[in-house]
């Protein structure tokens, strides 16, 4: 009974152990609501902590995905379909109070140090007249790297354009 109880503690401790130094005690997200991410890009926008759950909370055609790190909300992914021709600027300010002001590929991506946005290309909803836009926000985290962020929705763009979601309602 004594030896049972010794491995559940130690596989609990040794699952828990990241083996980084960042202070985190959980494993770093491979996705966020079935959209695949890279860990190591996410990573720093994640605190550390003990305990991380992904929450899915879409609704009414959007996909919201929240990362909380002990009860705390610390990042969120969404995909909104957007009126065609309007701009990822636009759609920025529908999502937050501080506009970016850094911005890629002609503005198709707009972002700062724990916040970027994006445009999908090829994601439209013709019956609904309506484009496919991204936005990763980290404003639980106190990591503010805008190159590291441009990165991350670049990357997340980019699986949610390969992602069922964008084939499904867009142009067939």
Not at 1 to 23: F, H, K, P, R, W
Request: one cysteine or more; glycine letters at 12%; aromatic letters at 6%.
């Amino acid at each position: 009974m004594v030896v049972v109880s010794g491995i559940a503690v130690l596989v609990t401790v040794l699952s828990g152990c990241g083996g980084d130094e960042s202070g985190r005690d959980f494993a770093i997200p491979k996705d966020l609501c079935g959209v695949a991410v890279d860990s190591d890009e996410l990573g720093p926008f994640l605190p550390s902590g003990k305990e991380i759950t992904v929450r899915d909370k879409s609704g009414g055609g959007t996909t919201v995905c929240e990362v909380v790190v002990d009860d705390e909300l610390a990042l969120r992914a969404t995909q909104a379909w957007v009126e065609e021709g309007k701009t990822t600027a636009y759609f920025a300010s529908s999502q937050t109070l501080t506009a970016p002001e850094e911005s890629a590929e002609g503005d198709r991506f707009r972002y700062s140090g724990n916040e970027a946005f994006g445009k999908t290309k090829g994601c439209v909803d013709e019956q609904h007249g309506q484009e496919l836009y991204t936005a990763v926000q980290a404003q639980g985290s106190d990591h503010k790297d805008a190159d590291a962020m441009k990165r991350l929705i670049t990357a997340y763009t980019s699986k949610v354009e390969d992602a069922a979601m964008c084939e499904a309602d867009g142009s067939e």
